[in-house]
């Protein structure tokens, strides 16, 4: 077989070859169309060998220690004989569209560990700090038998709605002592979080933690939660000296077994496939919008006409738009 065939992909994905692996990923993120078509039946192969995983979505303010954070839990997940997947999901380059910080360099010890894998990806401006193939990355990851997937996005300030539309449980990481942490961060952030905690509670910071805590708490009591079955909890931990990670992975599984029970878990896969669905009508629209050669033909000037002030806006978007609603 060759790396033009689907199979080729699918069954070094399911033999749990790295190098396929990162191809495989590498083929779904390509903006070609043959790429595209390749990517979607590989995709359509693998479907059967998903579903499997616990899937972990974390977030948090610039400077929370997201990455160490991640490390720390990425390596007692495999001290537990877990496999973890690590999707790092970088700001992209306003030049080059590519990653500005390299992951794999924050997770040294992490990513040396032959039961994880860490794959970065340019955010390419995607709302939600999510890169535009995180959804049929955690596909492939998953058929390759990683049991733990981890969904690091690039922070607090864009809305997080996307991740919290594709993973099972949603953290949000904050910091004591750096202000009034309240008014520093979104209350909209705060009612998708399924558990909130403070990083960094060591040291001469532990009571600085605590308070914070409390804080958080007595906030979260003022928001309606988005599981009737579960109360977000605000816990403490220290990526550096492990202190309260493991009490997070508790947590984790304890509302993993919660919602499994209520069946509010697969209800929520199911809405999310379906929100996935909407998500790619989305993007084939705004592709074929721009793939469209009179649009291509008329965009140009009628851009420099609205950048020139000689017409508006919105009568230029109606223009653009009868292109494709008259063909």
Sequence with gaps: ????????????????????????????????P???????EV??????DIGRSVRLGITGVPG??????IESLGIMLVEKGHRVAVLAVDPSSTRSGGSVMADKTRMERLSTEKNAFIRPSPSSGTLGGVARKTRETMMVCEAAGFDVLLVETVGVGQSETTVKS????????????????????????LELADAVAINKADEDNIEKAEEARQDYENALRLLKPSSPSWTPPVLTCSALTLS??????????????????????????QKQAVDWMWALVEEGLK??????????????????????GDTAPNLAAAELLAIIDNP
Excluded: C, Y
């Design 1 to 32: 077989m060759t790396p033009n065939d689907p199979q080729f992909f699918v069954d070094g994905v399911k033999d749990r070859n790295r190098r396929v692996l990162s191809k495989a990923i590498t083929l779904i993120e390509s903006a070609l």
């Design 34 to 40: 043959a790429h595209q078509q390749l990517a979607k």
């Design 43 to 48: 995709l359509d192969r693998l479907l059967p």
């Design 64 to 69: 929370v220690g997201k990455s160490t954070f």
């Design 166 to 189: 594709m993973v099972d449980f949603f953290l949000v990481l904050m910091l004591a002592g750096a202000g009034d942490e309240i008014q520093g961060i979104k209350k909209g952030v």
């Design 244 to 269: 309260g990670v493991d009490n997070i992975w508790e947590t984790i599984l304890r509302h993993r077994s919660l919602l499994t029970e209520t069946g509010e878990l697969q209800e929520n896969r």
């Design 287 to 308: 592709q074929r919008f721009f793939h469209h050669p009179e649009v291509k033909e008329r965009i140009e000037g009628l851009t420099r006409l609205v950048v020139q």
